[in-house]
């Protein structure tokens, strides 16, 4: 493909993107005054390469979900094939078509077993949004309809839309008018790094699960109609609890009857070394969000994972559900999940996270465990993070919220690596293709970025 190498204006690029576009998650005034933006032109497995020709180690995976690393010909050609066998038709008023229906069931045979039916949405919060939708037609259907409170946990991430926002525990957002589902409630996290202080981290995953039991019986069991959380926070921090806690929690779960649902957005397609987060916990959910890897992000799409209970529920109450998405199983972007699933299977890259890379990146990770800006380092699979701390014993932070973690991301960027910083945490989520020698390189830039941050922060 190097023949389609295509040179680029890339001056006039950032002048027109600053002029007419207006990117997600930015503050723009900082952005312009930095002279705009990197302007990204290709990639090939797990390097991106910028419109100067620099070559970036991509450690993040795009936003967390281009698992089988970039340049696949084999999802292009997926694409490519189903646009012109059938570019788009719908789903809805009976009439279905093959990538749609041989995608429902390859990821269905991904679940447990009591998960047999999927809903197919295209992105994670818009599956998030269909998830809160089902939990409220499954209590009217099944004959609870005063069960209506949904609680979720603070810093949580579950999108972007209103459902999403307000499902998610992210306060700047809450402040922008995300909060705006008065029925959605949240409780502590399971962030022991942060809040745990002396207490033994066994100790302090039961009392984070013990929140919700709080929470349940402060609304009346009676109205509570779902739980909703990631395995491990992703976009909070990369935050794993203690092992405590998810037992614990499917526990209050199901002595309230109130169902779980698993955002698999981040941990599903093999970033903890199984194919889904819940494995990895052993977590028992009513309800699956699926997006990021399901497709590798080279289209969107995203996917609700319905267990029986549910499904067999609506569908014996005869009524139609009013809810679906024009693009709900796009052709093109099923025929590509589907090519995606096929090769995760082929590569075994599942495994791979199990067995090689997953325990070569938690030895790793622990080189910067001494280093004078770090608190802790953790790893699960491949995703990872690096506390940033001013104190390492107190596990003080810099002030304001968020600066050590900007100081640090900048001297990755500089040094053509990605890492992403979540406050002041550093995180990682690289392609699951990446190779032991790749986590080297990546690492090599850390220590380099964070001595720099150390200096700058005034710790060396
Ligand atoms: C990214 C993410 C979402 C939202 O997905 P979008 O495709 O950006 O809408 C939801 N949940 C989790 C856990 C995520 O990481």
Redesign the pocket.
Known sequence: MTEMIRNYDVEALVRSDTAHHLHPFTDHKGLHGEGGARIITRAEGVYLYDGHGARILDGMAG??CVNVGYGRKELAEAAYRQMLELPFYNTFFKTSHPPAIELADKVASKLPANFNRVFFAN????A?DTNLRLVHHYWQCAGKPEKVNVISRENA?????VA?AALGGMKPMHKQGGALIPTIHHIMQPYWFKDGGDTDPGEFGLKAAKALEDKILELGPDTVAAFIA?PIQ??GGVIIPPDTYWPEIQRICRDYDVLLIC?E??CGFGRTGNWFGLETFGIEPDLI?M??GLSSGYL?I?ACGVSDRIADTIMANGGEFYHGYTYSGHPAACAVALANIELLEKEKLVEKVATETGPYLAEAIKRFDDHPLVGETRSRGLIGAIELVKDKKTRERFKPDGKAGTVTRDHFFKRNAIMRSCGDVMVLSPPLIIEKTEIDALFDVAEQALDAAAKDLGLM
């Open positions: 936003l967390w992105s994670g919060s818009e998030n991430y579950h999108g972007s839309t999403g990631e992703g976009a955002d957005v981040i969000t997006a990021k969107p995203a």
